[in-house]
Nanobody, 120 residues
Framework: QVQLVESGGGLVQPGGSLRLSCVGS????????MGWYRQAPGKQRELVAS?????????NYADSVKGRFTISRDNAKKMVYLQMNSLKPEDTAVYYC????????????WGQGTQVTVSS
């Protein structure tokens, strides 16, 4: 049973930073490409960042976050991180981690997500 638990969200002013964390269990973590998704109110869930399996050297970003967000992983800890800098109000959403990137579809099971609110 795949279990993903996200944390680290909160309320931050525009221009601020947050670091999201995700821990996985029930899976052989390092063999999957992993990604961070977000869903804003009234919008579809979108993949914003992904990191490749095993080495984690390759990373992809949505144009909307490129240059501001950095995804990384620690396979030994079964963790994926999302460092978010220069946050904008349009980054406000619930953020989730799951399998993703390079054609990988997400696991059917999603975590509860972590709310990020960017507002002055």
């Amino acid at each position: 049973q795949v279990q993903l638990v996200e944390s680290g969200g909160g309320l931050v002013q525009p221009g601020g930073s947050l670091r999201l964390s995700c821990v996985g269990s029930g899976i052989i973590f390092n063999i999957y490409n992993m990604g961070w998704y977000r869903q804003a109110p009234g919008k579809q869930r979108e993949l914003v960042a992904s990191v490749n399996k095993n080495s984690g050297i390759n990373r992809n970003y949505a144009d909307s976050v490129k240059g501001r967000f950095t995804i990384s992983r620690d396979n030994a800890k079964k963790m994926v991180y999302l460092q978010m800098n220069s946050l904008k109000p349009e980054d406000t959403a619930v953020y989730y981690c799951n399998r993703g990137g390079w054609g990988s579809s997400p696991f059917a099971s999603w975590g509860q997500g972590t709310q990020v609110t960017v507002s002055s």
